[in-house]
């Protein structure tokens, strides 16, 4: 099996690494939207997850990879078999990292009757689709901003309740589906709807750098990884564990981290200055900055944490024409130098 | 230049030299080169080029050809529902993609490959795995096949589809000319075993990123590209050590067809002053190059640069650096395949494979079913005596492929709304700011709706289509800010231009809606001549044609005062007309709207 280049050899694009790395230290952050130009490391980033993340325990035999220590939220398979009386085991999985290609079916995506067991035993059962398979990892689409609106709809309600439902064919199921949806693409090929828009968690703007040195160093690696991609990726192991590590350490943190009063209002005026309808953009703002403090490690939640994070939290929410070309992210800046003061 | 009898003097490299040399680097390393996009005025060269190719490849390497209709099941592997069904239990069939590992897939009309097939092709040649569907197959099988994409695609069509074209390597534009052949299977075989040990030097490395960046190509994975191909050259020459002419070649191949701009003069100020202001990055270039006082790294550069003049992109080297190349390419290929037809509300059932994307209508399928059990079940226990077939299991209903029915579904069709904009001197004085004004308000309901626009000018001589139908609004309203007047008014070159861009809107499945703002005083012809009468009869002959299209078409007359011509034009074409003497952009958005 191909190995994946490994996350901490990505030169740059540090604003996009960290909002990948806060979503796996608090989930609950929600999805991450990522656009930019072609050849900038986007699906590399999120294809060298499954090896850079702590690996996760998961019931065996289990469609839907539940938490064995997960007690109420696991499926509706492990707590019947656990209630007739079987003891549960467990392997340990690397976390899923699922692509869901453009023009999937919503069969696919959501899961369907299983035709097979249908038709040559009769029996009505649920195939379940790449929903499931998503659970507790990352669901990938890659030109999001093409995606049938009615789809990204779909996946982002599923990813902000946690739960498939299943009503069709005479099929009823739900399943846990926790997953972080990462979409990236190209704005010159497409917008999405400005009400999808605010359901991403965070956003990212990435660019090619144009620093010379940085573009060498990139085909450097890449062309190292090339040759020789398990030596490589052995020459990295190290920076992955550290960052494993500082992840593993973060999420125990979260718990116990504190955010003062002070950064609850002061998220509140940075939202009300940028002008931002509802409470999405301050929970992602509290959230972020709490998982950033969190990776840190710092004792509290500080007004620097807010301001680095105020960005990614923020920039795809303002309301502005379609046809407005001031940069989101300056307004945002803005907003945050006055109501934070400068850094 | 050393190296064996049987390379080519690689420094000269003509069109049959760089095909030649193309084919011969995808032969030596498919899979990390990804493949090529080629380009044939002619179906069978197009052929005879994959046939080289398939000449160097080691033997037994497989080949197919891709059906670009291939269901899921078919291309990622599934449940082969025949045998699972005769059989009544599961047999998991392999996909396409992972039969062919470590092989070549042809991709015929490539630009017909839509974004669907497109994502599940670059997500395996990102990863190098495919995501089987087959029975209990939670993993990925390995799938690490190189593209030949056979892009037959008129001039004037979309091209590849740009997530494909960008990882596949090579841009093979083939004239009527004979291959010529330069290497053997043995040289490739060669090389192979060569092309591990084959090193390339971090100034050397240095080099190609600086030249990408000198043209303006953006992508890092084009740069990456080129560096295998630079390894590969070396190989393919007996080298282990990739050499200058090797850098040359690379950049030939791989850069010049990518590039976007030229580089920026080397620091003469004279010249600065007709030039017009190269774009930003170029401030590093000039740093770049006074650094490199080095005269080897700046020999080096202009040999690359020389090499590279032969592939850069026709127009590059005469006009000035284009700000967004991209915009020209932010094409409205829609999302997700329209024709696919499966969602929106239920207008019956068909014949049909349920795994293609349709939904299974379970009850219409057992009712096919039905009328042939007792033959089928006569048929089994005939077999199963007679010993052709292992014992039929107890199936309560024999189900065949021919049964299935899916669900047809009404999906109710996009718009593409084209706009058709006079920019002659004689609509430009008074009504160009107002046709701009009322496109953009048009273009923000086009949004709202998630229309298509698209985009014509018309001024001078000809024509243009400034924006392909796209829904990108921001590209949409670049194009439409940048739209010089004056000039003649070649209102046939126009009509032509929106028949087209109808036509192929048609094809992906949209209404379409055709907005002309003009005053019809049209004084060039369709070759480009001037003169009204000429003008006029090439005009409304273009018009009938648009006419006979039935699509929705409206003609605003900008002309100052409501003229007999414009109403010629518009009845000729069968558009709603509309004058409109002293107006505002609002009232010729209401005038559109109300046209709907």
Redesign the interface.
């Known amino acids: 099996?191909?190995v994946?280049f490994p996350f901490s050899a990505i030169v740059g694009q540090e604003e996009m690494k960290r909002a990948i790395l806060l979503t796996a230290v608090d989930p609950t952050i929600g999805g991450v939207l990522i656009l930019g130009?072609?050849?900038?490391?986007k699906?590399t980033a999120v294809?060298a997850l499954p090896a850079l993340l702590p690996a996760m325990h998961v019931v065996r035999g289990c469609r839907y990879g539940c938490d064995p220590d997960a007690g109420n939220r696991r499926c509706d398979d492990c707590k019947a078999r656990e209630a007739a009386g079987e003891k549960l085991k467990h392997d340990k999985h690397a976390v899923p990292v699922?692509?869901l290609?453009?023009?999937?079916?919503?069969?696919?995506v959501v899961g369907a009757?299983d035709?097979?067991r249908?038709?040559?035993?009769?029996e009505k059962a649920y195939e379940p689709g790449l929903l499931a398979?998503a659970n507790r990892g990352y669901l990938y689409v890659?030109?999001i901003?093409?995606?049938?609106?009615?789809?990204v709809d779909l996946l982002l309600d599923v990813a902000a309740t946690g739960e498939n439902v299943v009503e069709r064919?005479?099929i009823s199921v739900r399943h846990p589906a926790r997953f972080v949806l990462v979409g990236s693409g190209n704005?010159?090929?497409?917008?999405l709807?400005p009400q999808l828009l605010d359901r991403f968690g965070l956003s990212v703007e990435v660019t090619?750098t144009?620093?010379?040195d940085a573009?060498?160093e990139?085909?450097?690696r890449?062309?190292a990884f090339?040759?020789d991609p398990e030596g490589f990726t052995a020459k990295w192991a190290d920076a992955d564990m550290e960052a494993r590590k500082k992840i593993e350490r973060a999420r125990k943190k979260m718990e116990q981290l504190k955010v003062p009063d002070s950064i609850l209002r002061a998220a509140a005026q940075l939202c009300s200055a940028v002008g931002t309808d509802g409470v999405r953009g301050e929970l992602a703002l509290l959230r972020g900055a709490r998982a950033l403090a969190a990776f840190d490690a710092a004792k509290a939640v500080t007004i620097d944490h807010l301001r680095t994070i105020a960005i990614s939290a923020l920039r795809h929410r303002l309301r502005r024409?379609?046809?407005d070309?001031v940069g989101s992210s300056v307004r945002v800046e803005r907003a945050v130098t006055e109501v934070l003061g400068a850094a | 230049m050393e190296g064996n009898a049987s390379t080519p003097e690689l420094a000269t490299l003509d069109l049959p030299t760089r095909i030649e040399l193309s084919a011969a680097l995808l032969a030596l390393d498919p899979w990390?080169l990804g493949g090529a996009v080629i380009r044939a005025p002619r179906h069978d060269l197009a052929e005879a080029f994959v046939a080289r190719v398939a000449a160097l490849l080691p033997v037994g390497t497989p080949m197919r050809r891709l059906p670009l209709s291939i269901p899921?099941d078919r291309l990622l592997g599934g449940?082969d529902?025949a045998m699972?069904?005769a059989l009544?239990?599961?047999v998991a069939e392999r996909g396409l993609l992972a039969t062919l590992d470590g092989g070549v897939l042809v991709v015929p009309a490539a630009e017909r490959v839509?974004?669907?097939?497109?994502?599940?092709l670059?997500?395996m040649m990102?990863?190098?795995?495919v995501?089987s569907r087959a029975?209990g197959a939670?993993d990925?099988a390995?799938a690490?096949v190189c593209l030949l994409a056979v892009d037959e695609a008129d001039v004037d069509e979309e091209p590849v589809h740009?997530?494909l074209a960008?990882r596949l390597t090579f841009r093979v534009d083939l004239d009527a000319s004979p291959l010529i052949e330069l290497f053997r299977a043995d040289d490739i075989a060669a090389a192979l075993r060569m092309l591990?040990e084959v090193s390339?030097s971090?100034v050397n490395?240095?080099t190609?990123?600086?030249t990408?960046?000198m043209f303006g190509v953006?992508?890092?994975?084009?740069?990456?590209a080129a560096?295998?191909v630079a390894r590969g050259c070396a190989a393919l020459d007996g080298r282990r050590v990739v050499e200058a002419q090797d850098l040359a070649t690379a950049a030939a191949l791989v850069l010049g067809p990518r590039a976007t701009r030229l580089p920026a003069p080397p620091a003469e100020p004279e010249n600065s002053a007709e030039e017009p202001p190269p774009p930003p990055?170029s401030d590093?270039q000039q740093d770049?190059s006074d650094d490199a006082e080095d005269t080897d790294v700046r020999e080096l550069e202009e040999r690359i640069i020389e090499a590279m003049q032969a592939t850069l992109p026709m127009g590059l080297s005469i006009e000035p650096p284009k700000r967004a190349p991209?915009?020209g390419s932010?094409?409205?290929?829609?999302?997700?395949?329209r024709s696919?037809g499966?969602?929106g509300r239920q207008v019956g059932t068909r014949r049909g494979d349920?795994?293609g994307?349709g939904?299974?209508d379970?009850v219409e399928t057992l009712r096919a079913a039905a009328p042939w059990q007792p033959i089928r079940r006569a048929a089994a226990a005939h077999r199963a005596e007679a010993g052709t077939s292992p014992a039929a299991?107890r199936?309560?209903?024999q189900?065949r492929p021919d049964d299935f029915r899916v669900r047809k579904l009404f999906e109710p069709a996009g718009t593409t709304a084209i706009f058709v904009v006079d920019a002659s001197g004689s609509s430009a004085v008074n009504r160009m700011a107002e046709a701009k004004g009322a496109v953009?308000l048009l273009?923000?309901e086009s949004?709202a709706r998630?229309d298509e626009v698209g985009l014509i000018a018309f001024r001078g001589a000809q024509a243009e289509i400034l924006l392909q139908p796209?829904?990108?609004?921001?590209?949409a309203?670049r194009a439409l800010a940048a739209l010089p007047g004056g000039g003649g008014t070649p209102l046939a070159s126009a009509i032509d231009r929106a028949v087209e861009l109808t036509m192929r809107a048609r094809r992906e499945g949209n209404d379409t809606v055709v907005v002309f703002l003009t005053d019809a005083r049209a004084n060039v012809a369709r070759d480009g001549s001037g003169g009204r009468e000429a003008a006029m009869r090439d005009a409304l002959q273009s018009a009938k044609v648009l006419r006979a299209m039935e699509g929705t078409t409206l003609l605003i007359d900008t002309s100052p005062r409501a003229s007999q011509l414009a109403q010629d034009v518009a009845a000729a074409m069968g558009a709603r007309y509309v004058a409109l003497p002293r107006t505002d952009a609002r009232s010729i958005h209401a005038a559109v709207i109300g046209a709907r």
């Open positions: 099996m191909p994946a130009h072609r050849g900038t490391a699906s294809r699922v692509d290609p453009l023009g999937a079916t919503e069969d696919r009757l035709l097979e249908a038709l040559t035993r009769g398979r890659d030109e901003n093409l995606l049938e609106d009615h789809l064919e005479g704005p010159e090929e497409g917008d709807r090619t144009t620093d010379l573009r060498v990139v085909i450097k890449r062309d090339d040759r024409s379609v046809l070309d | 990390g899921d449940l529902l699972t069904l009544g239990r599961p839509g974004a669907g097939l497109a994502a599940r670059t997500q990102d990863t190098g795995t995501p029975p939670r990925l390995t690490r740009p997530a960008d591990p390339v971090d490395l240095a190609l990123v600086s990408a960046d953006e992508s890092l994975r084009a740069v990456r560096v295998r990055p590093e770049n991209k915009s932010a094409t409205g290929r829609s999302g997700a395949d696919g499966v969602r349920p795994r994307g939904r299974l379970l299991p199936v309560l209903i189900v953009e273009l923000a949004y998630r796209t829904r990108a609004i921001a590209a309203k």
